[in-house]
């Protein structure tokens, strides 16, 4: 609970920079029932619902002063509907004033969620600035959360939204002049109001996905691509970007390029077929992901015989009965089972690694591997689409194949590329050759049938195997020392070490979507609070879409500033799929769970850290594709920092901290089976380079020939003819890393590269490593897309980029050399 700031009378803004006016400026956009767009929008602040004399409010608390009598003077404010019916054919809104002195009224029962009930208010009601109500009630006071079916609201909110902002553009095109105020400013609005609605309805579906949210979002999708791409070809707005290039508003170099890109030079009829692809595309990738996650979830087996599964580790046995119990198996345990094996990623990764049943890990791994590639879902002729499409986009856009546009606003080119995956594949290839050959004589030596024939589910299983023979490391044994509460606790000090923020819970601030989800206020050196984030950290297969990300919320802007003078503080998501606590465990990690964390956290602190106020470059918006996973890679890299992992790694139970010998081995095993590791990430890259450069949809050669034949460079072991794994590639084919995903290795290069910047200053002298997070977040972490990516790093780091630091932390430098 925020313990300060105060709150002016008829204000709908607080002094501190919390983002309560998000929700009036929604509530404004979109002009319809209240209900259905508080439902829908308002993750922004605490909500508690009042009712009083026929009118409705959703106001905001906020302790204040201390009063005489032992209580709190308490100020509430909010935006309501008058009480006039449901008949109305015009709804407007009010401001909600009320002060609260009343010594049962304590903070803490805000914080823990308790049900408020009734207390004495001062209020006064006001329509624009006329008062039209004054009054001393009892106001029945309970707290909100966020409905768990918003899809409801969708189809009226947005719609009602686009009319609203398509008014608002024809009156921006008929006055627009080529100078900030006039044409950035008001951009940035109408962009941002989009953004923040549909980015919520988007995030309800990637967290909480249900059928009725899906058909609401099919329906006004069409509608909204339809408006992104009126606003993206508006020729006044586009010549007007022109008339500035040459003047110091850098940011118009880059609309112009986004306006070629949206089809703004081409003409009626090729602009017409243009959105028509456009549109195509958007219905296809939703239906992609769809897909996938539909198949994710259809995957269930059975199994009642311990003897089926085991060499399954007590946290997945857990897992598993705690499945089942969810599926009617209410008497399910860890120890007696039944368990039920899914395909969500911790499941699966146990069954692979420590499951001795040959069979279960080879049904489980071709279920996977063709997760949505037959009958109602499969995503094969999706993907021939979307390929199709993308291309025709390409040629109507003056350009060869799809690569050219994806890399028309990165850092990189198409022969660039290129040469970066041909240098990381020659260092890779030897040592994953060596990998093998090791893995096929160790199995050899444990006297096991399977290594006359070593297949693709055998690969992780020994491999574990092999690492913790060779290391002493067993993972599962090490998640006793990474509790979920002890990893973020080190992490946020680890903020504060190197960048200055002091991270801390905010829970009960703000309606959340999930009983699991926190959220976080992070503050500077003087206390002032310079953004928030969400953290939703479990898996939960049957609403949530699979994999790890972080997204905005709402941006930094001054534009957009509440009080006029301070900017508008971001807000994130930061979204994971870790093992959820199990019984009265704490949710247990895996170290490459941690890692996991704190990669989005990098995501997380670009977004959040950033001190541009100009919204449309703030964070990481306008930043080059491919560099924007440099921070989060560079957060990786702390994760085998001594003292970071000093912090983090202790035992849930007793209380002792990871053992020396224990960091020792996790560091030399950083680098086992690199090259393996490596080549798996180049094969993702390489197909999807090829397929957006050399494939031609419906030619000789399908996606799949494709896939093999990269896999004769990239992979030691070929794919199994039946492996179909990209009908589950989302990244290209639902996200945003079409003809991209090499951008994890581009910013590999970069992060790793960044992160010897410490290891030079020196990683023991406390003193450099915080001169040196100043100068990473000063640059970095706070320029965002206001200079090219390239530029921020020659500012940080003094000279360009080098691969050398990537291959050397990877074991890879020797091999590199010789090559």
Known sequence: MYRGGRVRRYDTKVDDGYHRY?????????????????EMVDFFGNRLEARDGGHNACITFRQGQPAGDGGHVNTLIGVGLSGCGMRCQKWWLEVVFMEVNNSQFPAEEVDNGVEVGDVNCKWILMSGMRTVGVGVDRISISRRSLPSRPAKHVRPGIRQLLKKLECELEELESTVEPIWQKLVEPLERIGDRLSVVWGAVSHLKSVKDNPELRTAIE????????????LGQSKPLYNAFKAIRESSDWEGLMQIMEAALNGIALEDDKREEFNKIEQELAKLSQKFGENVLDATKKFEKLITDKKDIEGLPASALGLAAQTAVSKGHENATAEDGPWIITLDAPCYMAVMQHAKNRSLREEVYL???NRASSGDLDNTTIIDQILKLRLEKAKLLGYSNYAEVSMATKMATIEKVEELLEKLRSASWNPALQDMEDLK??????GSPEA??????????WSERLRELKYEINEEELRPYFSLPKVMDGLFSLANKLFGVNVEPADGLAPVWNNDVQLYRVSDSSGSPIAFFYFDPYSRPSEKQGGAWMDEVVGRSRILSQDGSSPRLPVAHMVCNQMPPVGDKPSLMTFREVETVFHEFGHALQHMLTKQDEGLVAGIRKVEWDAVELPSQFMENWCYHRDTLMSIGEHYKTGECIPEDIYEKLLAARTFRAGSLSLRQLRFSTVDLE?????VPGGSESIYDVDRRVCEKTQVLPPLPQDKFLCSFSHIFAGGYAAGYYSYKWAEVLSADAFSAFEDAGLTDDKAVEETGHRFRETILALG?????LEVFVEFRGREPSPEALLRHNGLLQVAASA
């Open 22 to 38: 998000d929700l009036i400026q929604i509530w404004e956009q979109l002009e319809v029932v209240a209900q259905h767009v508080v």
């Open 219 to 230: 329906e006004v999708q069409p509608e909204k691509v339809a408006f992104e791409l009126r």
């Open 367 to 369: 279920a996977y591997v």
């Open 441 to 446: 004589a160790f199995v050899m030596n444990q």
């Open 452 to 461: 006359a024939n070593l297949n693709h589910w055998d690969i992780s299983f």
């Open 691 to 695: 397929l957006h450069t050399k494939y």
């Open 785 to 789: 897309g206001g200079k090219s990516p």
